[in-house]
């Protein structure tokens, strides 16, 4: 099965919060993001070294995972900017562009974000999976 997934599912598999079980049925299948997927776990990464929840090797080793990880990340064109411009009443530009993914797609979304998912749901027809 096809899968979008959001930055705050691969922080938290690199980090450890996260495991295979956890993902439930996303666990297996082909995962897609927005090719920006890359700089908020770089993003996050950076923000829990900062605030001393992860060690620089530990996010060393986090940022060498996720090149490891089977994702297959998409820029954007055109008419997914456009998609995330008309979301992005409720969402974050970056947030939106997940949810357009998947609406192009036809994949759920699987996030740990609640706030994306209320956007998501009420903004698109998209499924959204909440892990």
Do not use: C, F, K
């Not at 995962?31 to 929840?53: C, I, K, M, S, Y």
């Not at 740990?112 to 998912?117: E, I, P, S």
């Amino acid at each position: 099965m096809t899968w979008v997934v959001d930055a705050s599912v691969v922080v938290d598999l690199l980090t450890g919060v996260l495991d295979a079980e956890r993902l439930g049925p996303a666990a297996t299948g082909q995962w897609h993001a927005p090719a920006h997927v890359d700089v908020e776990v770089l993003h996050a990464v950076r923000g829990l070294v900062r605030g001393r929840h992860l060690t620089i090797g530990r996010a060393r080793d986090a940022l060498h995972d996720l090149h490891d990880l089977r994702i297959d990340r998409w820029a954007m064109d055109r008419s997914s900017a456009l998609r995330a411009l008309d979301l992005g009443r409720n969402l974050s530009a970056y947030d939106a562009a997940y949810v357009a993914l998947a609406e192009e797609l036809a994949a759920p979304l699987v996030t740990r974000d609640t706030r994306l998912a209320r956007g998501a749901t009420s903004l698109s027809d998209a499924r959204v999976l909440v892990i």
